[in-house]
């Protein structure tokens, strides 16, 4: 957005008054949209692009948070808000990993003001974050010379490669090889009360559902008999009562109940761990009652920033936190149901032509890459207008109902299902009703007090039937406890 051939300074500042209201309410959407208002009123003012670009953090719009706040510098890199510029730019770097090039905006930061303690105190997370960074590059492993963590594990061998379970352990336990659905009531009856699940049993669990799910293809076919449902939700993002509060509404998984929970899993929220075992359980228990697709933030990037890495470290041990990135290579990337509803996590692509077996033969066991159809699949959004053009977070892009309808009639679909984004009533039903977008944390991180929803399909109309839902309470542990120091000093 810029300037409007009528500029108007006074009315401007009073629409920027209104979205810092609206900013300070959480309501960043609102906040955003008067920002634009105040800035094609008087587009020279830094302020308006700095605080937009405050605003497009919060929506984890990081692309268009560098965007804006790069404009709040060039406008005039003397001004004081050109700090903020910096401060912002380099923020919305962190939140994407980009520690090198959020290393250069504090430098700056720390350059024009000097003296300022908080300043530097930014600067020194910064470089700690890029010496970390340069450290691991050093030591890395090449992909084909790195030993498989769950390889070198025998869940059998217990007291050789696994913990023995003590006497004192008042926990679940799982009787032999098979996960029963007692256990799972026990195991969750356990996280509800905040306890631990022994690690022998832990490791079980992600063993049993990493063979499961390494033998998948990228693109898992779902059929659903006549008659029968089928469940699909979206973001879970740690919040563990959330998601047993989905279960109170719609019953527990089961062959007769199923569900796909369509990525992001873990991160943010402070119970991802909780999260990821209760699903793994239900997936070992019965394979056809749990499917589980992959989200952007299954991957070691963004479990390193936002708190599912240092959750894993507090709860269990560093071994799991190799283990749990070798599992979330084998998610699938896709599920179809019944030949109608392509389920994923993110969006679509920026070329025409992609067909089901073009993301069936994906190579997806590897960390996702930053271009191509597999990141388009778990970073992509939908637009209101037609095309493409550049995604709002920096990665992947955005696509317009003309590319969702063409992708579905080469594909012989009728609907796109997709997450990623966080919606007031839990869904949004974009593109004339051929994209459904659902979001299955209410209230996410505690502050959007937005509501979860959940999708029902019946065959054989497969017509999707929408539940939303509110937010439950939690212990008092916040989003974000074990996210890394330096997020938690910019969120």
Not at 183 to 188: G, L, P, T, W
Not at 261 to 279: A, K, M, P, Q, Y
Not at 351 to 371: Q, T, W
Request: one cysteine or more; glycine letters at 6%; hydrophobic letters at 40%.
């Amino acid at each position: 957005m810029g300037e409007t051939a009528s500029p108007d300074p006074e009315r401007a500042e009073e629409i920027k008054l209104l979205a810092n209201e609206a900013f300070k309410a959480h309501k960043y959407s609102q906040a955003i949209d008067l920002y634009t208002q105040a800035i094609e009123l008087n587009g020279s003012n830094a302020v308006y692009w700095a605080n937009r670009a405050f605003a497009h953090t919060k929506l984890e719009e990081y692309g268009s948070a560098i965007q804006d706040a790069t404009k709040a510098i060039e406008i005039d890199p003397k001004y004081s808000k050109a700090l903020q510029g910096y401060y912002r730019r380099g923020a919305a770097y962190l939140a994407m990993g980009k520690f090198k090039e959020a290393l250069k905006d504090f430098q700056q930061v720390k350059k024009i003001c000097p003296n300022d303690p908080d300043a530097k105190k930014k600067l020194k997370e910064c470089e700690k974050a890029v010496q970390k960074l340069k450290f691991e590059e050093a030591i890395a492993v090449h992909d084909a010379e790195r030993r498989s963590i769950a390889d070198s594990i025998d869940f059998h061998t217990i007291g050789i490669h696994l913990p023995y379970v003590e006497p004192t352990y008042a926990g679940a336990r799982i009787e032999g090889e098979i996960v029963t659905l007692e256990f799972v009531k026990n195991m969750i009856d356990d996280f509800r009360n905040q306890k631990c699940l022994h690690k022998r049993y832990a490791y079980q669990i992600i063993l049993q559902t990493m063979q499961m799910l390494r033998a998948l293809p990228s693109l898992v076919d779902i059929n659903v008999t006549d008659g029968k449902h089928f469940t699909v939700c979206g973001d879970v993002h740690g919040q563990f009562y959330d998601l047993l509060n989905i279960f109170e509404l719609n019953g527990l998984p089961s062959e007769d109940n199923p569900y796909l929970f369509n990525g992001d899993f873990v991160d943010r929220g402070s119970f991802s761990l909780e999260v990821i075992l209760t699903l793994f359980a239900f997936k070992c228990m019965s394979p056809s009652a749990m499917y589980l697709a992959r989200g952007n933030h299954e991957s070691k990037n963004m479990n390193k920033i936002y708190g599912f890495e240092g959750e894993v470290k507090s709860k269990l041990s560093d071994t799991f936190v190799e283990l749990f990135a070798e599992v979330f290579c084998c998610l699938p990337l896709a599920h179809v149901i019944n030949n109608k509803v392509f389920v994923v996590h993110g969006g679509l692509f920026s070329v025409d032509g992609v067909k089901l077996s073009d993301i069936r033969s994906i190579d997806r066991f590897c960390e996702p890459p930053e271009e191509g159809l597999m990141c388009e699949l778990l970073w992509s959004d939908p637009q209101p207008y037609p095309g493409r053009g550049p995604s709002k977070r920096g990665v992947g892009l955005a696509f317009g109902g003309d590319v969702t309808k063409r992708f579905l009639l080469e594909n012989n679909l009728d609907l796109v299902v997709r997450s990623h984004e966080v919606k007031d009533d839990g869904y949004e039903i974009e593109h004339d009703g051929k994209l459904i977008t659902v979001f299955s944390a209410p209230n996410y991180c505690d502050q959007m007090g937005n509501k979860g929803a959940f999708i029902r399909f019946k065959a054989p109309e497969l017509k999707p039937n929408i539940t939303s839902f509110s937010a439950v309470p939690h212990p008092n542990v916040k989003p974000m406890a074990y996210a890394s120091n330096f997020l938690q000093m910019f969120s």
